[in-house]
């Protein structure tokens, strides 16, 4: 039952090249960063990552994105991640996007071992029709678009059908955590985490305060450890190491400022 691993380099070691890993975080709030960074001294290419965002300010999953580590993305958000943007316009990158709650739920449907759903978003749009483009042919053409999708009729709305995701691996970050996998989020770290970890065949997370098993509240458990696999222990400096994408404070007199 006891689940944590030594090291990060030792939670991550069976992920290879081609592997499919769903990430939790938005933006920079509760990204795996300690494994994403062992992940990529490990050197493993060719990946599939499910994720909201790649990672921003040469954070996050970017960190393997710059290196050219990342074949495929699925996620809701490119923001203000040049790199991110030219390599999918430069067609050295595929890229599925689709909306933000619809990203979610196929990841929970995949940990609930539910193969589909049907949902109003998308309906009239690419996202259902098809044309989305996937990759860029580097020209400013579209070498690889989207499907069209099942688009069904209930009680007089449009619905599309959507497929439920399971990846090889998936890497998350807790707030807290016992032994037995049990995982606690902070706050807004707590976004896609939780369905990340239920998409993943073999779940890895990073543990900011490890407890013995006991010691979490039940009611406090926001995912059981049912779906976490491995768990490592960060080091106090690690669990205070939290980037900020966009800080905003209030000035004397009431005046905002906002940095980054």
């Known amino acids: 039952?006891?689940?944590?691993?030594?090291?990060?380099?030792?939670?991550?070691?069976?992920?290879?090249?081609?592997?499919?890993?769903?990430?939790g975080g938005f933006g920079l709030s509760g990204v795996p960063t300690v494994l994403v960074k062992a992940l990529h001294e490990l050197g493993s290419a060719g990946l599939s990552v499910v994720s909201n965002n790649c990672g921003a300010m040469d954070a996050g999953l970017a960190v393997l994105?710059?290196?050219?580590?990342i074949a495929r993305v699925t996620g809701s958000y490119i923001g203000a991640n040049k790199e991110f943007a030219r390599q999918y316009l430069a067609g050295e990158l595929e890229v599925e996007l689709i909306p933000?709650?619809?990203?979610?739920?196929?990841?929970?449907t995949g940990g609930c071992g539910i193969p589909a759903f049907y949902t109003p978003a998308g309906v009239g749009t690419q996202v259902a029709e098809g044309g989305l483009p996937w990759r860029y042919d580097g020209q400013g053409?579209?070498?690889?678009?989207?499907?069209?999708?099942?688009?069904?009729?209930?009680?007089?709305?449009a619905y599309v059908l959507e497929r439920a995701i399971r990846t090889d691996f998936a890497l998350v970050?807790?707030?807290?955590?016992?032994?037995?996998?049990?995982?606690?989020?902070g706050k807004s770290s707590r976004n896609f985490n939780p369905v990340a970890a239920m998409a993943g065949r073999v779940t890895i997370a990073e543990v900011e305060e490890l407890v013995e098993p006991g010691e979490l509240d039940p009611d406090a458990v926001?995912?059981?450890?049912?779906?976490?696999?491995?768990?490592?222990?960060?080091?106090p400096q690690e669990a205070?190491?939290?980037?900020?994408?966009?800080?905003?404070?209030?000035?004397?007199?009431g005046q905002r400022a906002v940095g980054h």
């Open 65 to 69: 994105l710059s290196a050219g580590r």
């Open 222 to 235: 926001h995912l059981p450890g049912i779906f976490v696999q491995r768990a490592i222990a960060l080091t």
């Open 1 to 23: 039952m006891d689940k944590v691993v030594a090291s990060a380099a030792e939670a991550v070691a069976d992920i290879r090249d081609g592997a499919s890993i769903a990430v």
């Open 240 to 253: 205070a190491d939290k980037m900020i994408e966009q800080r905003t404070v209030s000035e004397p007199g």
């Open 100 to 108: 933000q709650g619809t990203l979610a739920e196929r990841l929970r």
């Open 173 to 185: 970050r807790a707030a807290r955590g016992d032994r037995h996998g049990n995982l606690v989020f």
């Open 141 to 157: 053409g579209i070498a690889l678009a989207s499907p069209p999708k099942e688009v069904r009729e209930f009680d007089g709305t």
